[in-house]
């Protein structure tokens, strides 16, 4: 919600407040989403006023901008940009009356539009005429041309025409319906809307009654008041991770602890740098997470295949039996024969055992090779046996810490992870040594 239409109509406030006489001191990038101002104290200021800094991030999934007291710019990969405001005079700020536009006046005329609009998101700036004289992003594209115009929203309708026009939309999911009479809400602000409500949004529109109607109406028309009148931005945590920013208070979130700002710039930069944390755990958890399952697919795949080899390889008896055969029927046999067949009488069992023979070998000779056999199958099946059970403890571990992992839920118990079973993890190339996952500093 920090980009939404009711957030940036208070950071506009607050923004014209505190910008109002500044001077642009630079513009500048050292990211190619990221457009960051310095503002030089209005001349009013006292003297030992620090400068002040607007970061606007235009990444389609973190459309942002906040006011910070300090920035640190870097020496190398820094670009300077949009210089035709440098040294210029904040006039006002304000927010376009229908859409996610904020503009910053300059006492010359010009103004710098800044639109959050996902992936469209960028940073004009514009003459008295509303052309385009300069762009942060895509600037071959929008450069010269006039500033497109936003579709204006009708008047905020009464309980009856909200009622018959929600009607029309009959069969339609409820949660599909609402938006088109809550545009500026977005998902977080409708899933408020529906818990205080009490209604289900996978509920149809025509199975409403007019009582659901009228809680719907009468919801969103208190929804929208409190948003109007913010009284301190929050945000939302569930442990340590930072679940959602909002200008009001959240029913569907009172379970959740929740910490509250006095400025809204604030708030944004604390949020934003709580989710970035989260989002780096979030990441490195699922890569420890693959790498563990890959590597117990491995061990399976290996143990599988072992366990496939001894059982084929199960046959010393068999080899020792055949030698007994020989060794015992030795005046039968001459030199030359490939193959001799005897009754059992070893096992017992009185069953005809055809025997395998090497022409080339005397009959002793044939019968000292089954028993080298048999020796050399117990010793490959106890190495088997030894690897086996290597791997099985292998398995039990990596089992082990795939558990432990499953309950790290912040960038601390992550890293007592790592570095409880960093041997582990260094071993299978999961880690590197001293590996950490730092937290976001913005």
Excluded: W
């Excluded at 450069?143 to 309980?159: F, M, N, T, V």
């Excluded at 700002?261 to 930069?269: N, Q, T, V």
């Excluded at 030894?386 to 810490?401: A, F, G, I, W, Y």
């Amino acid at each position: 919600m920090v980009a939404n239409y009711y957030t940036l109509g208070h950071l506009a406030l607050q923004l014209n407040q505190q910008l109002n006489g500044s001077l642009v001191r630079e513009v500048f990038s050292q990211n190619k989403s990221e457009l960051v101002l310095s503002f030089d104290p209005a001349p009013r200021a006292a003297e030992n006023s620090d400068p002040e800094f607007l970061v606007v991030r235009c990444e389609p999934s973190e459309n942002c901008l906040f006011l910070t007291a300090s920035f640190s710019r870097a020496k190398k990969n820094s670009v300077d940009l949009i210089p035709g405001i440098v040294g210029l005079s904040v006039q006002s700020v304000s927010l376009h009356n229908n859409d996610r536009q904020l503009a910053v006046a300059f006492t010359t005329g010009v103004r710098l539009v800044i639109q959050m609009f996902g992936s469209k998101a960028n940073v004009l700036l514009v003459d008295s005429r509303d052309v385009v004289l300069d762009s942060f992003l895509r600037s071959k594209e929008v450069k010269g041309r006039a500033l497109a115009e936003r579709q204006q929203s009708g008047p905020r309708l009464d309980r009856e025409s909200f009622s018959r026009q929600l009607k029309e939309f009959g069969e339609i999911s409820i949660g599909v319906a609402i938006k088109k009479f809550f545009p500026r809400f977005g998902g977080l602000l409708l899933t408020e809307l529906f818990y205080r409500a009490g209604i289900t949004r996978s509920e149809t529109v025509d199975r409403l009654s007019d009582d659901e109607v009228r809680r719907l109406f009468q919801t969103g028309e208190a929804l929208t008041e409190e948003l109007l009148s913010m009284r301190a931005p929050r945000i939302y945590f569930d442990g340590s991770t930072a679940i959602a920013f909002s200008i009001i208070e959240l029913h569907h979130c009172r379970h959740l602890e929740k910490a509250e700002f006095s400025s809204i710039s604030e708030a944004i930069r604390v949020y934003l740098g709580k989710a970035r944390s989260s989002d780096r755990t979030a990441r490195e958890k699922a890569r420890l997470e693959s790498g563990l399952t890959k590597e117990l697919g491995r061990i399976s795949r290996t143990f599988t295949k072992i366990s496939e080899e001894v059982e084929s390889a199960n046959r010393a008896q068999e080899y020792e039996m055949k030698g007994e055969l020989l060794k015992a029927h030795l005046h039968e046999l001459t030199k030359g024969s490939t193959q001799a067949i005897f009754e059992n009488a070893i096992g017992g069992t009185m069953e005809p055992v055809t025997i395998s023979l090497d022409k080339n070998l005397t009959p002793a000779k044939n019968a000292d090779r089954y028993f080298e056999k048999a020796k050399r199958t117990r010793i490959a099946e106890m190495e088997k046996n030894k690897q086996k059970s290597r791997l099985e403890e292998e398995k039990s571990t990596l089992t082990m810490l795939m558990q432990r992992l499953e309950t790290t839920s912040s960038t601390t118990d992550l890293n007592a992870f790592i570095e409880e079973h960093g041997d582990v993890l260094r071993s299978l190339g999961l880690v590197k040594s001293a590996h950490s996952v730092s937290p976001a500093i913005l």
